[in-house]
């Protein structure tokens, strides 16, 4: 139905074309003709040339490609930048974290999920480099606000500043220790010693 209604409207302009070809060439000179014509011919080539020749997509089918088997990019890996730090910021002890998600690729990715922040002890490696929770922080990053929030688009990684009471543990250091909980997929987890 879509190519009839194409079609008469192109037959339509083509008839309107020829009328005005038709008058140009009885009160007019032949240059403005000439052009006329060329144009007419040009409109007309144009036309034909962009009908649509590709099988309609039915909604029947984008659900089918959503639900199927095709690849779509999401969380895979985890990683704290080395860049995260302790700070002070109007009187303030701040732990500045940076956190990555890669999908398969191995590219940065933003997902939706809540993060769980455990700042733990530093301790020697025969027990494994971690000792006691000090501190604990949740952060939902579910809704687009959080993301807006929290994600740098020129890092392309998350900026959490997890506020602190206690000087003394920035003066130590301890080991950070991210769990970040997809709303769909596996949990991912890493750790990372941050130094004071």
């Not at 083509?14 to 003709?33: D, Q």
Request: hydrophobic residues 40%; proline residues 5%; contains cysteine.
């Amino acid at each position: 139905m879509l190519e009839s209604a194409v079609h008469v409207n192109i037959t339509l302009a083509f008839c309107k074309v020829l009328i005005l070809y038709t008058e140009m060439l009885i009160f007019s000179c032949m240059r403005y003709t000439l052009l006329l014509l060329l144009l007419s011919l040009f409109i007309l080539f144009n036309l034909y040339g962009c009908e649509f020749k590709g099988k309609e997509i039915s909604n029947d089918s984008q659900n089918n490609l959503v639900t199927s088997k095709a690849w779509q990019p999401k969380p895979i890996a985890l990683r704290i930048y080395p860049s995260t730090r302790f700070v002070v910021k109007d009187k303030t002890q701040i732990l500045e974290a940076r956190v990555e998600l890669f999908d398969e690729m191995g590219d940065s990715i933003k997902g939706s999920g809540i993060y769980a922040f455990e700042l733990l002890e530093a301790v020697g490696p025969t027990s494994g480099g971690a000792g006691s929770k000090l501190y604990a922080w949740n952060i939902d990053l579910t809704t687009l606000q959080a993301q807006e929030k929290y994600y740098d688009p020129i890092a392309r990684s998350y900026f959490f500043p997890l506020e602190m009471h206690e000087s003394k543990v920035a003066q130590q250091g301890g080991v950070l220790h991210v769990v970040y909980t997809p709303v769909v997929g596996r949990r991912l987890d890493t750790q990372q010693p941050i130094l004071p």
